[in-house]
Every structure is written in C-alpha cells, then in structure tokens.
C-alpha cells in the first residue's frame, strides 16, 4: 500500500510541477483546442467540463463561503494542471501499449479498496484525492487506472516512477504523438512529460464560473 500511495504521490507531483519557460509552440492551426494529442483536439470546452466537475466537488465538501474562496485560491492552477493530467493520461497509456502493459477492471478496484480501507472509508478516500490531487470524485477510477499503468509499466521496465527510463518511457511516447498545447496554458515538455508554464502576463486563467480570473500566468 505504501508503493502505491508513493506512486500517487509521485504522479501528482509531477502533475503539479512546471518551470518557467516561454517557448514558441502553440496551436493556432487548433482553434478552440486546449490540446492536440496525437492528432486528436481536446476541447478547451471539454477541458472547462473537466474543472468543472472539480469546483462543484469542492463546493459541495465546502459549503463555507470563506473557505470556499480559500480553496479556490489554493487551487487556483486548476485549469492547467487538469490539462496536465489529461495529457498525462494519454501519454501514459501510449506508453503502456508500446510495452505491453494493460490494466484490468478487477486491478483498479483491488487498489481502490486498499486505499479505501487506508483512508478510513470510500468517501475519505474520494476526499483524500479532491483536496491533494484535484480529482474529481466520478474521475478517481481513471486516476487509479493511470496510478496502475504507471506502476506497471515502471515494473516491465525494470525500474520505478521515480528512475529516468521510466520518464524516457514517456518521453518517447509524448514525442509519437506529437503533444500540442494552446498557449494559454503553456506548452509540453516531451522530453520531460509536463507542461511548462508560458510567461504570457496578458493571459489570464478563468475559473470554472467563467467570470472571475482565478490566477495569472508568470
């Protein structure tokens, strides 16, 4: 249990890490997408849906106005670092086919229940992972799945999530898909597998209600 509370942890770091980097990719050939994954656009209506789902999850666990406003100012690079993750997802699962590495329904929920049991019950553990990790409550199997596909493809690799031939793994599965972010949310470091941040002081981040900016790149 342990292993896999530090694999979490190490994804969700990795997730939330980006150093600051003006580069002059971008997809303006991709109007209206957030990203471009291997040839495939991920809306940023589809992404704005995604940090949704999150905000409302944290509205209702915080009814308190007050404290409301201090978990959306903790949380405030929630619309990146949910693109971060969607992105990941997909390099992951590249790289987990390029290896041979699947993960089974019966895998997931064998996790599940472990972290359950560790976190004193299904809603701690749905808790646990909204406030540390910004997942979503609906969303938390797919995150368990990547956590999985993670740990394993590091197994068949003869490694861990921490070592550089797991992250070369990813490294060579972002470049075959030719990752493509909008700028307004940075851009991707395939040699790394994380989104860097984009100096851009005109762009603003808009929370999930689409009227208030909730942070500012640089």
């Known amino acids: 249990m342990h292993r896999r509370r530090r694999t979490a942890l190490v994804?969700?770091?990795a997730i939330l890490a980006a150093g600051p980097?003006?580069?002059?990719?971008?997809?303006?050939?991709?109007?209206?997408?957030?990203a471009v994954v291997g040839g495939q656009r991920i809306s940023v209506s589809h992404l704005e849906s995604r940090v949704n789902e999150v905000r409302r999850a944290q509205r209702a666990a915080v009814p308190d106005e007050a404290q409301f406003q201090q978990v959306l100012a903790s949380t405030s690079g929630l619309t990146r670092?949910?693109?971060h993750n969607m992105v990941l997802d997909q390099v992951l699962r590249r790289a987990a086919r390029?290896?041979?590495v699947s993960v089974t329904r019966k895998e997931i929920q064998t996790m599940r229940t472990g972290l359950e049991q560790q976190a004193g019950g299904a809603k701690a553990l749905e808790t646990t992972w909204l406030q540390k990790y910004g997942i979503a409550p609906r969303r938390l199997d797919d995150n368990l799945r990547l956590q999985l596909e993670a740990q394993k493809l590091a197994q068949k690799l003869g490694t861990d999530t921490t070592?550089?031939?797991f992250w070369k793994a990813?490294?060579?599965?972002s470049d075959e898909l030719r990752i493509d972010v909008n700028p307004r949310?940075?851009?991707?470091d395939a040699a790394k597998s994380s989104r860097v941040d984009a100096k851009t002081p005109w762009l603003r981040e808009v929370s999930s209600g689409g009227t208030q900016p909730q942070a500012a790149f640089g």
């Open 11 to 13: 994804l969700s770091a």
């Open 170 to 173: 990813l490294s060579t599965a």
């Open 21 to 34: 980097l003006l580069t002059a990719c971008g997809n303006d050939a991709h109007p209206g997408a957030a």
């Open 98 to 100: 390029d290896h041979g």
């Open 185 to 188: 949310y940075g851009t991707w």
């Open 163 to 165: 070592q550089p031939a």
């Open 81 to 83: 670092d949910t693109l």
